[in-house]
């Protein structure tokens, strides 16, 4: 028996995703296969030199800065036990764009760190983990491993976070995922809840719930690939309570080396950059977006159109982002990147202007 979470970690996966190669692909280093235990290490390392005109504050500045990805290293440990196999994965996220800031005290990001049991049943899986609401959108964003739309200064791109879909952050959690049924899978499980109703006597009574259910299948050479997930949570104090819901959905076909997706979300009571607790109580307020993308590999290049759009009274923004990239694989583990991207957020009340910058980013990506 195989451990699908030691073979396929969600790195890996999104990084076969954004490659368009199959998951297994130069995903880990294996260090130890003996008696059916296994240990393996994977890698991945990024830099870009990024340009970037901001017209809101009109200047110019220059960045060397890791893409939308963050530079990672994780541990995967699989061990079979009868008719079970224990598996087990913790990767390290870490910067590099705060070497002037705090120089020598770059901070590490742990995003997973969980354990896995494998049998005919599926997969269970505690500790932290990627959420499921909004995994497929960004796990088969096509710029990936670009860079996007501007992000904090010491932290990564965004990508396309904020506009087209919300961050699927990683959370404490306890999910349950079917074997392979025709195509089919499901996933579901519970989360540690958001305090977004902080104050007197805040609680959340209940779990936060989120599953995914994905379907792929081969129409006449044709690769399609469909998913639905969601999200679910309440959090209430002595005078509020704010019902959070999420709906992520989106498509992907593929044939003769052109790709074209499209997914969407809608929320209500859920801020649509990332999930976490609140300084003060928000409101039920909706947001929804869209991202559309079209992809072209001839050969080791792969030519990227991105458009994404979000649409939020929660947080009153709305936002724009466009992106034109070329990936370019010099062998199965180097790969170069030339993007541009284009972002516009305003304030939705308003119609003034927050952001809006023009970014070249030219990187180079190492994987093992």
Same mark, same amino acid.
């Given at each position: ?43 991945? &390392? ?45 990767? &390290? ?276």
């Amino acid at each position: 028996m195989k451990n699908n979470n030691f073979r396929k970690s969600g790195l890996v996966l999104a990084m076969a995703a954004a490659m368009g190669a199959s998951a297994g692909a130069n995903a880990a280093v294996e260090v130890f296969n003996e008696d059916g235990t296994s240990f393996s290490v994977d890698g991945y &390392f990024n830099a870009f030199y990024v340009n970037r005109d901001d017209k809101v504050a009109d200047t110019r500045n220059s960045d060397v800065k890791m893409g939308f990805l963050p530079n990672t290293i994780g541990f995967n440990f699989s061990k079979e036990m009868g008719d079970l196999t224990l598996g087990g994965r913790s990767s &390290f996220w870490s910067t590099i764009n705060d070497s002037l800031q705090s120089p020598t005290d770059t901070a590490i990001d742990v995003r997973q760190l969980y354990a896995t049991v494998d049998g005919s049943f599926g997969q269970v899986l505690i500790g932290k983990d990627f959420g499921l609401y909004a995994r497929s959108n960004i796990f088969l964003d096509e710029i990936l491993m670009g860079f996007g739309s501007p992000g904090a200064a010491t932290g990564v791109s965004f990508g396309n976070i904020r506009s087209g879909y919300p961050y699927p952050n990683p959370s404490a959690q306890i999910t349950y995922r079917s074997p392979d049924m025709g195509g089919l899978k499901v996933a579901a499980g519970i989360f540690e809840p958001a305090n977004t109703t902080p104050g007197a006597q805040s609680e959340q009574s209940a779990p936060r719930f989120e599953a995914e259910v994905t379907y792929s299948a081969d129409l006449n050479g044709i690769n399609l690939t469909g998913w639905v997930n969601g999200r679910s949570q309440k959090s209430e104090n002595a005078t509020t309570t704010v019902d959070s819901t999420g709906l992520g959905y989106g498509l992907k076909a593929s044939v003769a080396g052109f790709s074209l997706t499209g997914s969407g979300f809608t929320s209500e009571g859920d801020v649509p950059v990332l999930i976490t607790d609140t300084a003060a109580p928000i409101a039920e307020e909706d947001a929804d977006g869209y991202l559309i993308q079209g992809s072209y590999t001839l050969g080791a290049n792969r030519f990227v159109l991105s458009y994404g759009e979000t649409d939020s009274d929660q947080g009153d923004f709305e936002t724009e982002n466009t992106s034109v990239a070329l990936f370019h694989d010099i062998n199965s583990n180097l790969k170069v990147v030339a993007e541009y991207n284009m972002f516009e957020q305003v304030a939705k009340s308003t119609g003034a202007d927050l952001v809006d910058a023009d970014t070249i980013a030219l990187g180079a990506i190492v994987t093992f």
